[in-house]
T-cell receptor, first 113, second 114 residues
């Protein structure tokens, strides 16, 4: 079945460091791909998305490119802030009336001063 | 902005109690979902609904049921709560159709069963 694999956390970085969180997927078709972020004590928020190969999603300084050849959707940010500390989830979703998101297990990011 | 509101942030219930978790969305979304979130396991889909009175089992439906009598409201029911149902429960909604729509999540309900 379809699945999403994320790198194990936690990831600990100093402020202004470069961030990469790896995400790869297994899918039988061509899903849309998403990154969600969950700040402490809150629900998930959509961070960015890409709907087809080579699309780049971006938001709040974060970017991810849909790579069909490597089945990847890695999340990057050039300079992280303490306020980026959160859990990040990669997910995929197909088209269709009852399509549903399949999530990875999440990667916790801790940014220190 | 779409809002998804879960009725309680924290709940403590006793083993064997019937528990209702309520979720309301205000943007006329067709699809609604219930997930539970546990450390190391990520989010697991319990049930979802793509229309009023329609429901589909997710990956872990055992011990749960749902109700969707109105489009904006999706209730999760624990018929007889057990300690292994202690978890964070997240409700979400989305537009129907093309998969490029993401979900909008509520803030979650942290349920403790004692």
């Amino acid at each position: 079945g379809d699945s999403v694999t994320q790198m194990e956390g936690p990831v600990t970085l100093s402020e202004e460091a470069f961030l990469t969180i790896n995400c790869t997927y297994t899918a039988t078709g061509y899903p849309s791909l998403f990154w969600y972020v969950q700040y402490p004590g809150e629900g998930l928020q959509l961070l960015l998305k890409a709907t087809k190969a080579d699309d780049k999603g971006s938001n709040k300084g974060f970017e991810a490119t849909y790579r069909k050849e490597t089945t990847s959707f890695h999340l990057e940010k050039g300079s992280v802030q303490v306020s980026d500390s959160a859990v990040y989830f990669c997910a995929l979703r197909y088209t269709g009336t009852a399509s549903k998101l399949t999530f990875g297990t999440g990667t916790r990011l801790q940014v220190t001063l | 902005d779409v809002k998804v509101t879960q009725s309680s942030r924290y709940l403590v219930k006793r083993t064997g109690e019937k528990v209702f978790l309520e979720c309301v969305q205000d943007m006329d979304h067709e699809n609604m979902f219930w997930y539970r979130q546990d450390p190391g396991l990520g989010l697991r889909l319990i049930y979802f609904s793509y229309d009023v009175k329609m429901k589909e089992k997710g990956d872990i439906p055992e011990g749960y049921s749902v109700s969707r009598e109105k489009k904006e409201r999706f209730s999760l029911i624990l018929e007889s709560a057990s300690t292994n149902q202690t978890s964070m429960y997240l409700c979400a909604s989305s537009l129907r159709g093309w998969g490029n729509y993401g979900y909008t999540f509520g803030s979650g309900t942290r349920l403790t069963v004692v």
